[in-house]
C-alpha cells in the first residue's frame, strides 16, 4: 500500500450520526486528530457496533477493502507500517517516547475510567441520548438499560467503581491539573522557540516544533470532555485550566476549521 493511494480510501467510521461536529468520544477524535495532524484526507461516516471489530467506535476501513481495523492504537501502527501515517515519534528520544508514553497512559489508562463513570453512572440520562442518538427512544432505553449494567460492573472490577463520589473527583482533577502543568511548561518552550512561529500557532505536549503520538490523545479527551453535556464536572475543571482550553483551541483553529460544536 502506498501513502498516497491508501490515504485517499480511508473511511473512519464514528459512533455520531452528525457530520462536522465534535462527538463525546476521546478515542474517535483522537483518531481524527492523528490523522489530521499528518494531513492525512479521510471520510467520516456514522458506524455500527454490530460492524466494529472488537465492538468498540471508532474503527477504520479502506474503500476497495472489506477490512476493518480497530484499537486506535494499533490502528496508528498499522497505518505507520503501511506508510499511511507519519511515525511522530522516530525522532525522539528513548526518555522523550517514555514521556510521551506517560501522557498517553495517565488519559487513556487512568482518566478515561473517571470520565465514563461521571458520563454513564453520575449523569446516565444525559449520556443515553447522547451515545445512542440515532436509535428510536425505546430501543435507546432497553440499550441504555443493559449499557449501564455493563458499564458499572465494569467499572466495580477496574476499582473506579469501588471509589466514593469525592474521590473520583479528586482523582480527576488531580489528572487534568498535571495535564495543565504539562501543557504549560510546554507552551513556554514553544514561545522562547517562535522565530518563525506565528501567534496563536498549536504548541505541543514535549514542547518540540512538531506534534507527538502524546497530543492526538490530549486533544481527543480535552475535546470530548468539552463537548459532553453528561460530563459537566470536567467540562467544569478544563474551563478553570485555560491552558488547557488554549491548546485545544489552536490545534482546532488549524486543523478542524470545518468543524462545529467547541463553545468555549
Known sequence: MTASGTALRLIV???SPVAGKYGSSPFVNKLEARLRLAGVPYRAVFGSKKQAPRGKFPYVGFEDSDELLSDTTFIFRRLVDDGILPDLNANLTPTQKAQDLAVRALLEEKLYF?????RWIDNYYA???NALAGMPFLLQVVIGNIAYRTVKNALYYQGTGRLSAEEVRVLKQEAWENLAAILAEA??????AASQRSQ???????GGTQPTEADAVVYGFIIGSLVCEAGPE?????KSLP???????????QYFGD????DV
Open 234 to 238: 470536567s467540562r467544569k475543571m478544563i
Open 259 to 262: 468543524y462545529t460544536g467547541l
Open 114 to 118: 473517571f470520565i465514563v463513570q461521571e
Open 243 to 253: 491552558v488547557l482550553v488554549d491548546y485545544a483551541k489552536r490545534i482546532h483553529s
Open 187 to 192: 507552551r513556554i518552550n514553544s514561545q522562547s
Open 127 to 129: 449520556m443515553r441520548p
Open 13 to 15: 467510521y464514528r459512533n
Open 200 to 206: 496563536g500557532d498549536p504548541f505541543w505536549v514535549l
